[in-house]
Structure formats: C-alpha cells, structure tokens
C-alpha cells in the first residue's frame, strides 16, 4: 500500500513539474514579446523563440483585412450604373464590384450590397425596376423627389422598409 501512494505522489509530482516548465515556457515567450514591443530584448532570449513564436501565428487567426475607403462601394456603383443602359441585376453589379475589388469584405457580400443598394435608393441615387434590377435616376429627378432633401427645419429622419417605428411628417 506504501508503495502505491508513492507511486500516485511520484506522478503527482511530475504532473506538477509539467505544469510548472509549461508556465515557465510561457513566461519567457511573454517577457520576450514585451521587451520586443518596448524594442529592449535581449539578444540571448530572442534567438531561441522566434521559430515557435512564428509557428503559433500562422495557426491563429487570419490577418485582418484592411477596411475599403467610406463610400467606394457607393461610388463604384454610381459609375457602373451610369454606364449602363438599362437596369442592372444586383448580381452583375456585385461582379463588377469584385472585378474591381471593391466588393464588401463581408461573409456574405450581396445582403451587404443589397443594404447599398437600398440606402442609395432611398437618397433618391437609384431605382429598383423590379426583380433586383437597379438604374441610375437621371439627375434633377431624383434629388427632387426625395424626402429627406424636401425638409430642413429638424434633424434628418431616416426611412426605412421597416413600418415600425416611423414617425408622421406632420408632427415634426
């Protein structure tokens, strides 16, 4: 029976000093990424942890992409349009978008555009045709009839496609 808890103690004990080469392991790659931020690092330390440290950034996450300037989808949208000669699919202006790479990074690219697509028609840029075909509105015609540009006593309300919400234009 001795012998048994000598043997449970023996592995406890390993199981210990593991954990314990394990922390310290950690410790020194964090000390090293500090002095290596503040551009103090010793020369010893830094030459045996870059491999590992390189190796355990690869298998994270990916680097993150870098934002689109405001207001490019918007803008390449508008040129596509004003290029063509009739109403445009939605599809065939999100392939222009990456031809052009200036798609929306998202996970799901078209609910992005389509979002686009529906703040420039309510600013009066564009108009749906029907079956997710847009055209350019000619100029003097859309800007007239949008709301938004009619009303300059208060702040500007936002219209949505939601219903609710809203708020009467008399009460304002």
Same mark, same amino acid.
């Given at each position: ?38 551009? %103090?690092?010793?020369? =010893?330390? !830094?030459? #045996? /942890?870059?491999? +590992? $440290?390189? %190796?355990?950034?690869? =298998?994270? !996450?990916? #680097? /993150?992409?870098? +934002? $689109? ?104």
């Amino acid at each position: 029976m001795a012998g048994n808890f000598e043997e449970q103690l023996q592995a406890e004990l390993a199981g210990i000093q593991t954990e314990i080469d394990r922390l310290e392991t950690k410790r020194r790659l964090i000390h090293e990424l500090l002095s290596n931020e503040s551009g %103090a690092g010793s020369s =010893g330390a !830094a030459t #045996a /942890k870059p491999a +590992r $440290r390189r %190796a355990a950034r690869r =298998g994270g !996450a990916p #680097a /993150k992409r870098t +934002r $689109r300037p405001r207001g490019l989808i918007t803008g390449k949208v508008r040129e596509f349009l004003g290029q063509q000669s009739g109403p445009v699919h939605a599809t065939e202006i999100l392939a222009f978008l990456e031809r052009n790479d200036a798609a929306p990074q998202s996970a799901k690219p078209m609910p992005t555009l389509q979002s686009t697509l529906q703040r420039m028609k309510e600013m009066g840029e564009i108009q749906n045709t029907g079956r997710n075909r847009w055209a350019l509105i000619a100029g003097g015609a859309g800007e007239s009839s949008a709301a938004p540009a009619e009303r300059s006593d208060g702040p500007p309300v936002v219209t949505s496609t939601t219903t609710f919400g809203a708020r009467p234009l008399g009460n304002q």
